[in-house]
T-cell receptor, first 110, second 110 residues
């Protein structure tokens, strides 16, 4: 079983739609969680950290469910510029390295 | 921009050769991590340096080695290059669990 699993997509949605991505992780002792965004042939960029209480940043909302070991990302009012690959990232216990999922590709269409 | 820089941006090497990739961390960050990203995959952790000492290593063979310098910049060295080493090599700098990536070096091994 992979340490971090994501649906690869692609998710094709119209502008203005709401889209949600889920991700599951295998190590229940994982401590920190993040969503990164990666544009084609570019580096990953930190989108947001994910806190136990959930957190929101504009149109983006992240949730963490420790009991079920999954993380979600909700994007409201999708823009064309949201088209990218979204990487679910977990920090395993005992080290500062990040474990990445393979990413979920989002394509927002006009 | 993150302030993390990498050089070179692109590199073509022949199987069996050696390569050195360089990374300058963001000002004030004392930790550098290196990742390998194959096409269509999430980044895979190679190793991490904290204050010039290796601070964790992923499942990569010993021919992948590194250094961190007193100014916290870092090098990744790969010996005896193999075709499967073709990938985007990313470095990330941090002071805590949030890591910020440089633009990467795209290595092609022929």
């Amino acid at each position: 079983r992979k340490e971090v699993e994501q649906d690869p997509g692609p998710f094709n949605v119209p502008e203005g739609a709401t889209v949600a991505f889920n991700c599951t992780y295998s190590n229940s002792a994982s401590q920190s969680f993040f969503w990164y965004r990666q544009d084609c042939r570019k580096e990953p960029k930190l989108l947001m950290s994910v806190y136990s209480s959930g957190n929101e940043d504009g149109r983006f909302t992240a949730q963490l469910n420790r009991a079920s070991q999954y993380i979600s990302l909700l994007i409201r009012d999708s823009k064309l510029s949201d088209s990218a690959t979204y990487l679910c990232v977990v920090n395993p216990p005992g080290r500062r390295a990040l474990t990445f999922g393979s990413g979920t590709r989002l394509q927002v269409q006009p | 921009e993150t302030g993390v820089t990498q050089s070179p941006t692109h590199l073509i090497k022949t199987r069996g050769q050696q390569v050195t990739l360089r990374c300058s961390s963001q000002s004030g960050h004392n930790t550098v991590s290196w990742y390998q990203q194959a096409l269509g995959q999430g980044p895979q952790f190679i190793f991490q340096y904290y204050r010039e000492e290796e601070n964790g290593r992923g499942n990569f063979p010993p021919r992948f080695s590194g250094l961190q310098f007193p100014n916290y910049s870092s090098e990744l060295n790969v010996n005896a290059l193999e075709l499967d080493d073709s990938a985007l090599y990313l470095c990330a700098s941090s002071n805590d669990y949030e890591q910020y990536f440089g633009p990467g070096t795209r290595l092609t091994v022929t």
